[in-house]
């Protein structure tokens, strides 16, 4: 099926002006994430580690109407938090197997790019328009914008429901005023872009417009509860990494801690009111939950409590219609899952890296661990506590620490370095002798989505002081 052209003749035009004019760029955007997860004081396991999860990109029969053309499947290297570049050598098309974007370039160039949230720039969308897919900071690296000549956003509509695949999809982008500017093609994953200058930019469709959306269903079990109780949080999200990510974040900055309960996630939904329905039934509030995009600030979520063990046999139900669009049977197995996995695993799955695993082996592990090293000294220790963030807490699980053992270390030390220096303590403490090396630190963490370049050099340079003695 040929790829819908309704929008490529429409003129941009200026949606309203900002009141107090800015540059977004995505370092001042990051900087403003790391600094909100510096005051956070909670996690979601299987989340900062993982990230935000990602999943299918559109269901089977909008692949069977998405056309491709060619584009070369190119792995990004992650640079910070959510930040991403690629280096594009040469004129063609090239699709981030990451995030979905597909870049079109007239030569070689650097691209670095960012997911944002909808809840920063939805009020730029008015009372005409809502969202349809992730929004996105892109920008070259040392050269003109005009090296890109077009970009794919994946969107998050469901063609196969739409009449005659029909949707008029346009693109919200923000200068430094808000401009709706035309898209060019859709095809049933991604809508394209002429490129005109590059700053945040992501698709949106007309808020009258009545849509399917690729959905999905996000579990989060609460952990350190009552041994009796298990609580869970449900929510319903459309299927982009924007929404995904405002979802994640709402979650660690919960004071109570929770993992993510891997399920297929999958599911179609419509704007309108859905209630959870639980075998055994289980105290849920609301009763009723309404799914509206204009709720992108704070998203809702059902709480389910239960006083018995699982299984736990769910479905989400359309209201209006009864229809059932997700269900799915909590196990006891997917509750204790997160505990049984070796740090390795509770790492972020296919982390892209600029050296391979067999690499790192090779340049940290063979030679050191063949040596007559010794174990990391205090004052190592605290070298390498004063380069950890606010992500040392999940070091501490990774490391084996129980939660137990971070709240006794944050009740008798109130130097966040020293609770830091404490915590990489405690681990060598509880550890055989010749096994709390710099080349064992290393080995535990290097998995870790998000672990500082700080840390990795400071261990890289013991390591490397390690193997020359």
């Known amino acids: 099926m040929a790829v819908t052209n309704i929008c490529s003749t429409m003129r941009a035009r200026c949606f309203f002006a900002m009141e107090n004019k800015e540059t977004f760029t995505v370092d001042s955007s990051e900087e403003e994430e790391e600094e909100e997860h510096e005051d956070s004081g909670s996690c979601a396991e299987g989340g900062r580690e993982e990230e935000a ?17 060619g584009q070369e499947i190119v792995t990004p290297q992650r640079i ?21 974007l597909v870049f079109e370039a007239s030569e070689r160039v650097l691209v670095q790019y960012s997911v944002l949230s909808w809840s920063k720039f939805s ?21 003109d914008a005009s090296v890109l ?15 005659d695949n029909v949707v008029p999809f346009s693109v919200l982008h923000i200068k430094d005023m808000a401009f709706i500017e035309p898209s060019a093609d859709y095809s ?16 949106i469709i007309p808020i009258t417009l009545p849509v399917e959306y690729h959905g999905v269903v996000l579990v989060y079990k609460r952990l350190y509860c009552d041994s009796n109780n298990y609580s869970f949080h449900v929510y319903l999200a459309i299927n982009d990494q924007s929404s ?35 075998e055994p039934e289980g105290e849920i509030r609301p009763e009723e939950l309404e799914f509206t ?68 082996e090779n340049t940290y592990g063979a030679k050191s661990m063949n040596s007559q090293v010794q174990d990391l000294k205090e004052m190592e220790l605290l070298q390498i506590s ?84």
């Open 386 to 469: 004063k380069k950890f963030g606010s992500e040392w807490k999940q070091v501490a699980i990774v490391l084996g620490l129980m939660y137990k053992d971070l709240e006794d270390i944050k009740e008798t030390e109130r130097d966040v370095t020293m609770q830091k220096f404490n915590m990489l303590l405690k681990w060598k403490n509880g550890r055989k002798r010749g096994e709390a090396t710099a080349n064992h630190l290393w080995r535990s963490v290097k998995n870790l989505d998000d672990l500082p370049t700080e840390v990795q050099e400071v261990l890289q340079d013991l390591m490397d002081k390690q193997t020359a003695r």
């Open 293 to 360: 995009l204009d709720s992108i600030k704070i998203k809702g979520y059902f709480e389910a409590v239960f006083e018995e063990r699982p299984p736990f046999k769910w479905s989400v139900i359309k209201t209006t219609t009864d229809e059932t669009i997700w269900s799915a049977i909590i196990r006891e197995d997917d509750c204790q899952a997160y505990f049984r996995q070796k740090p390795r695993q509770r790492a972020k799955r296919g982390r892209v890296r600029t050296r391979s695993s067999s690499d790192d």
């Open 53 to 69: 999860p990602r999943f299918q990109f559109c269901c089977e029969k909008c692949k069977a109407i998405t056309q491709t053309h």
């Open 149 to 163: 000549t077009s970009i794919q956003f994946l969107h998050s509509i469901c063609l196969a429901q739409s009449l």
């Open 80 to 100: 910070s938090n959510g930040r991403f570049q690629l280096q594009l050598e040469e004129e063609g098309l090239y699709e981030c197997s990451v995030t979905g």
């Open 123 to 143: 009020s730029f969308l008015s009372n005409s328009w809502k969202l349809a897919g992730p929004i996105f900071n892109i920008n070259t690296v040392d050269e």
């Open 244 to 278: 995904i990510n405002d979802i994640y974040e709402q979650v660690r900055r919960y004071k109570d801690r929770y993992i993510m309960i891997q399920k297929p996630a999958m599911c179609k939904l419509v704007e309108g009111t859905f209630h959870l329905l639980s």
């Open 188 to 203: 049933g994953r991604h809508v394209k872009w002429k490129v005109t200058s590059l700053s945040p930019v992501g698709p």
